[in-house]
């Protein structure tokens, strides 16, 4: 078996669209998250990553489908670069406990 083209097909079966109003504001809300910021800048937008996430969770299926190709049906050549569904998980996780401390 080839992994990565079974890899792309589980991306493309989730290129939906939805409306992205989130790509219109990456540059300002990076901006805006990453004043100040030590260490590292952010690569993602919170409202770009928590959309994914929602979108998960709306559709049931798992990140590669749902999340990546999500992503790369809507951001692709509009953004710097598509984040993969590692780090989609993982900023989600740490999103949600911010939100739940803060």
Do not use: C
């Not at 409306?19 to 998250?33: C, H, Q, R, S």
């Not at 749902?66 to 999103?95: C, L, R, W, Y």
């Not at 949600?96 to 401390?101: A, C, D, E, S, Y």
């Amino acid at each position: 078996m080839k992994w990565s083209i079974y890899n792309q097909s589980l991306v493309r079966r989730g290129e939906i669209l939805l409306g992205f109003d989130v790509i219109n504001n990456w540059d300002a809300e990076l901006k805006e998250m990453n004043q100040g910021k030590i260490g590292e800048s952010f690569h993602y937008p919170n409202t770009f990553l928590l959309r994914l996430g929602y979108a998960k969770a709306y559709f049931h299926l798992p990140y590669k489908q749902t999340e990546e190709g999500i992503a790369q049906g809507h951001a692709k050549g509009k953004v710097p670069s598509i984040p993969d569904f590692t780090t989609i998980n993982i900023k989600n996780k740490q999103i949600g406990h911010q939100n739940k401390r803060g």
